[in-house]
Each structure stands twice: as structure tokens, then as C-alpha cells.
């Protein structure tokens, strides 16, 4: 036996038909046959040199605010020994065509910039020092 039903969906409706499968004299379901499991992705590139050349080796630790996510630095809004107060901005980084201000999780004084402006960052890498 079909149904039809209309079935809305986030504001859009939907006309369907349905078969009920437990009424007596219908016939049983084609089994279904399982796909062919999907290609297996290609390898990661190894990262380039030129970005391992610009990541800073210094550990990450009170004060220093680490780069959330990989893109290039726009600009530099801070100096060393410039007094920063907590959420103040103090670089922008551009990724995926967007871009992220990075503010300072403290106040405090700017004791180091690892970066300038144009300087391609990765994930974790030092970006600036707070004392």
C-alpha cells in the first residue's frame, strides 16, 4: 500500500510517497548492497621549511600568547614596552580569506613581538609576551 504525505522540513514542504512494508501480501525489500568504501585520502604534505624557519622555538608560558590557527600576520597593533590592557588587540592575522583579531588574554606590558607584519604563523607558534 502507498502513502502520500507532505513532509515539511526547516519551512519547506515536501510531497512523498511512502510504501508500508508490514502489511500482509507485500512483497519483501531488494536487499541492499553495501558501496564500495570510499578512496583512501592523500597523504599530507610535510610542512615547508620556510614556515618551521618562521615558528618560534621559545615555549609557550605565562604572558606569551600563542597563534590559535596558521595564516599571515596583517599588522603589528602593539610595541615592546607598551602597556596593554586584557582583550585589547594586538596583532591581526589573516586566514582563510578572514581576518582574526588576536587580543591580549591580559593586561600587562609587552615584553617581546615575534612577529612583523607580512610573517606567515602557524598554529602555537609565539606571537607575543606579556610581563
Do not use: F, H, W
Not at 618551521?52 to 597593533?77: E, M, Q
Request: contains cysteine; glycine residues 8%.
Amino acid at each position: 500500500m502507498m502513502k502520500r504525505l507532505r513532509i515539511t522540513v526547516e519551512g519547506t514542504a515536501y510531497d512523498v510517497t511512502v510504501e508500508e512494508m508490514d502489511q500482509p501480501g507485500t512483497p519483501a525489500p531488494a536487499p541492499i548492497t553495501a558501496a564500495a568504501p570510499p578512496p583512501a585520502p592523500a597523504p599530507t604534505p610535510a610542512v615547508a621549511p620556510a614556515l618551521i624557519a618562521n615558528a618560534s622555538t621559545a615555549p609557550v608560558g605565562p604572558g606569551a600568547v600563542a597563534c590559535p590557527l596558521a595564516g599571515t600576520v596583517v599588522s603589528v597593533d602593539v610595541a615592546v614596552g607598551q602597556v596593554v590592557t586584557q582583550g585589547q588587540t594586538l596583532l591581526v592575522l589573516e586566514a582563510m580569506k578572514m581576518n582574526t583579531p588576536i587580543g591580549a588574554p591580559q593586561a600587562g606590558t609587552v615584553a617581546t613581538v615575534s612577529v612583523t607584519p607580512g610573517a606567515t604563523v602557524t598554529e602555537g607558534q609565539v606571537l607575543v609576551t606579556l610581563s
